[in-house]
């Protein structure tokens, strides 16, 4: 265990069972969105919604290659989120970390930032396969809560985390 320029213990969280299952399912989610594009793509017309609204509702569209692209941006950003969970000492936290509660405060930013990127890979398989179905005519777009339940979900695990944070600091 070493120390980091703040200060803080630089230990090396091992992954666990959550972990590895929280992994396997953003993996799963880059191939459904991989695997629905492909199967799609010959039936998808040259322009397709690729942006939605407040309302949920497609108000721009464009080429579909913008499928392509967000699928690789959710890959992309899975990948940023299982590299960013390997170096927990230099994440921002609620509580000062101290040597007797890093493991554990470590290990609990670590759930955060792997929920959060495999979190984010479902929402962009969401976002995917409705620009998908929008485009067939199938739906009229993300749906009027879409956003609604984003921020909920967002902010109700950022703020279970905070809560947990906190209430495990000694």
């Keep these: 265990m070493g120390k980091g320029k703040n200060k803080r213990p630089v230990l090396k969280v091992q ?6 299952i929280m992994i396997v399912f953003g993996i799963i989610g880059i191939a459904v969105m991989s695997g629905a594009v492909l199967l799609y793509w010959p039936e998808l017309p040259a322009r397709i919604p690729t942006h939605f609204g407040f309302s949920g509702e497609a108000d721009a569209w464009g080429d ?3 499928l392509i692209y967000v699928t690789l941006v959710a890959a992309g950003l899975f990948v940023m989120m299982l590299v960013l969970s390997r170096f927990p000492h230099g994440f921002n936290y609620p ?3 101290t040597e007797e509660n890093a ?8 759930n955060l930032i792997l929920g959060m990127g495999t979190g984010t890979v479902w929402l962009f398989v969401y976002i995917c396969l409705q620009m998908i179905r929008t485009a067939l005519g199938q739906v009229q777009g993300l749906g009027s809560i879409f956003l609604i339940v ?3 979900l967002s902010l109700g695990g950022l703020i279970g985390y905070v809560i947990l944070a906190v209430r495990r600091a000694h």
Aim: hydrophobic share 60%.
């Design 15 to 20: 992954w666990t069972e959550l972990h590895i």
């Design 103 to 110: 493991e554990v405060q470590y290990r609990m930013a670590t």
């Design 95 to 97: 509580v000062a970390i």
């Design 150 to 152: 984003v921020l909920v």
């Design 64 to 66: 579909k290659a913008a």
